[in-house]
T-cell receptor, first 112, second 113 residues
């Protein structure tokens, strides 16, 4: 399986601090994506990074990708209580790009 | 939000009964997916479709079948529900996995008693 695995499983920080989540995967990828899930809802796409990219930014989000280590990180800067959610990485394989494989997620709690 | 509707939103059924979950999209996207979400397992792919009448298995397809007779609808059927299929089921769509993200429905919470 090329399922990604997030680390840590849970993260608790104070509002205003930065939050970093990591994702590792097993096989070569076409792209990697990060999603957010609020309790009881469907996942919402945050950012997509292709295998030939090393870093992408979107607002307070910064994603890095290291294909040599098969890992990615998501940084949320200046976190807010509203960022409290679960965050998932998903990979699309290089050889079979029809499927999205998800990790088990990081549960982020931002305390006001 | 992308136009994805899952029905029903909640269902309680008994072991051994057939169950069909429906996913309807208004985005005309080619790819449609069914995932299940369980604590500690994240989202696991059950089946997906890459076109009308074109489907393939995912990681956890045993006990499930799917059908896609038209672009907008993707049905997931549990032929004979078991307690291990108690889960939250999500439908998702994508224009192209190579460069486009998944858009998710709000899920169906299925309880098999």
């Amino acid at each position: 399986s090329q399922q990604g695995e997030e680390d840590p499983q849970a993260l608790s920080i104070q509002e205003g601090e930065n939050a970093t989540m990591n994702c590792s995967y097993k096989t070569s990828i076409n792209n990697l994506q990060w999603y957010r899930q609020n309790s009881g809802r469907g996942l919402v796409h945050l950012i997509l990074i292709r295998s030939n990219e090393r870093e992408k930014h979107s607002g307070r989000l910064r994603v890095t990708l290291d294909t040599s280590k098969k890992s990615s990180s998501l940084l949320i800067t200046a976190s807010r209580a509203a960022d409290t959610a679960s965050y998932f990485c998903a990979t699309v394989g290089r050889d079979n790009f029809n499927k999205f494989y998800f990790g088990s997620g990081t549960k982020l709690n931002v305390k006001p | 939000d992308a136009g994805i509707t899952q029905s029903p939103r909640h269902k309680v059924t008994e072991t051994g009964t057939p169950v069909t979950l429906r996913c309807h999209q208004t985005e005309n996207h080619r790819y449609m997916y069914w995932y299940r979400q369980d604590p500690g397992h994240g989202l696991r792919l059950i089946h997906y479709s890459y076109g009308v009448k074109d489907t393939d298995k995912g990681e956890v397809s045993d006990g499930y079948s799917v059908s896609r007779s038209k672009t907008e609808d993707f049905l997931l059927t549990l032929e004979s529900a078991t307690s291990s299929q108690t889960s939250v089921y999500f439908c998702a769509i994508s224009e192209s996995p190579e460069g486009s993200p998944l858009h998710f429905g709000n899920g169906t919470r299925l309880t098999v008693t």
